[in-house]
């Protein structure tokens, strides 16, 4: 009886908490955005926001370690006591794997990518994290990429996929509200400018409008009828959409277009082929089409800073080997004595390489997918599913920091052993031969 | 904690370089096809390369892995 009353209470809380979840705190539908996002321009520099945020970890990690080391005491206590923690459990881990030697000259490198990464990591679940930032007006995006096709005569090559929010503003700073739905719009490639603007026209009467289309296909070009009755239905609504008209040739028009503060583009205008008429601009006097671009993003979710890290564990292990067999090292590569040791050390040479997307991309995918499924579950099942997402998403922070770190080590291992091991190896064979000839002999 | 950690991490490693190697072999023929049109010749070539790289270094780096983890005689004496 007791288990049945602690049944169904569980059984209430869990949808409970669901419901709860759903009612107040449903993230909008994810817009799934693989590059990083540029957020400012520092000369010929692009400031994206992991950029920012591996700053920030960083920021974070100098700061703890300078709090930590000022006033070190013997008996260690409060944040020293943590730090030394840390520390000791990073070199006792290093020393079992590389001894106690080379362990220590291994440790600062490799207990530098386990804290960068782990922190970043960590850092990129924190709520600030692809929540807050600037809003890009998509709607005056896609109007902007029409006119540029529009000047260069040509049609669009590939595909452009853009996806939006319905906001109130754009162009400033925002935190994502609950509850968005997105909407999608889409250019096939090979339509021209003039029929990208007629899909637009009807997309916008679509979505800010109760038009929609009659038969047909529904991702098929419009007819010049439903554009027609797709600019009455824009024009019918005060808070859909209004498309700036100029006639053709009239810069007077254009001027006025741009006098009404829409988002006219100066003395350029596309010609609707529908319509007949150049449309210089589209003005969103209720609701706009925008995307919030967030400022802080996961700093492994930007496969740029994977690679980065990669390069700088490749170029370690290579300086380490060098360091410790000099030119011998090279040897393990580039060997011509016989033409087989001559192939395995180019598999050996492209392995080394390899090493450096495999980094790259282990850590990118297991954290860009962390990220993924945490705002998908936001949207579709806020509270229940997200709460133990997050805790996987700690554990796998952690584990990708580890794996990336004792790789390098033990890779690092590798290079610093490999000569030793080819000597026994000769020696062995050696001995193998001399034995031969000795059983020979008698 | 140690004893699992060292061990699963570079089992993870492992894994991760055989799929690299396979896509990025793929990846590449795919690539030489369109470029010289002979598809799939040179996407099966890039294949069986990938496939063949991640054989070398798998089979090397699980070497090196039981060389410093022990086999089953350690793991039998440990127990």
Known sequence: MKKVVIGVIAAVAVIGWLGIGLLI????????????????????????????????????????????????RLLPSGVQNFVEAVIEFLLDQVEQV???????????????????IIVSNWMGLLPIFNAIGKTEDVGAEIFHEI?????????????????????????????????????????????????ALDRYIVFLAESFTDFERHGGEEHGAPTAEEVRAALEALEADPEAPKL???????????????AEGGHGEAGHGVESPALGVVVAGVDFPGQKLALVIPVFRSTFSDVNNTFALGICSFILVEFWGLQSLGLGYLRKFFNFSNPVLTFVGFLELISEFIRIVSFAFRLFGNIFAGEVLILMLTYLMPFLLVDIIYGLELFVGFIQAAVFALLTLVFAV????????????????????????????? | M??????????????????TCII????????????????????????????????????????????RYGGGDQGESRR
């Open chain 1, 244 to 258: 700036l008209l100029a006639e053709v040739g009239e810069e007077g028009e254009h001027a006025d277009a741009e």
């Open chain 2, 24 to 67: 990025l072999g793929v990846a590449l023929g795919h690539w030489a096809d369109g470029r010289t049109g002979l598809e799939p010749i040179f996407t099966l070539l890039g294949a069986l390369a990938g496939l063949g790289l991640a054989l070398y270094g798998g089979v090397r780096m699980l070497i090196s892995f039981l060389a």
């Open chain 1, 147 to 195: 006119v540029l096709h529009a000047e260069e005569g040509k049609p669009f090559e590939e595909d452009e996929h853009f996806s939006a929010w319905f906001m109130e503003n754009a162009g400033g700073f925002a935190i994502t509200k609950p509850g968005g739905e997105a909407v999608e719009f889409e250019i096939p490639a090979g339509t021209s400018a003039g029929e």
């Open chain 1, 414 to 442: 590798m290079a610093v052993e490999h000569h030793d091991e080819e000597h026994e190896g000769e020696h062995t064979s050696e001995q193998h031969a001399a034995s031969h000839g000795g059983l020979a002999h008698t």
């Open chain 2, 2 to 19: 140690g004893r699992w950690l060292a061990p699963a991490a570079y089992l993870t490693g492992i894994g991760w370089y055989f799929a």
């Open chain 1, 98 to 116: 590389a001894g106690t030697v080379n362990g220590r000259r291994f440790f600062a490198a490799v207990a530098t990518f386990f804290l960068f």
């Open chain 1, 25 to 72: 705190a449903r993230g909008p539908q994810p817009e799934v955005i693989l590059p990083a996002e540029i957020i400012t321009r520092v000369g010929p520099l692009n400031i994206s926001n992991t950029l920012i945020t591996a700053w920030m970890s960083m920021a974070f990690l100098i700061v703890l370690s300078l709090v930590a080391t000022r006033g070190m």
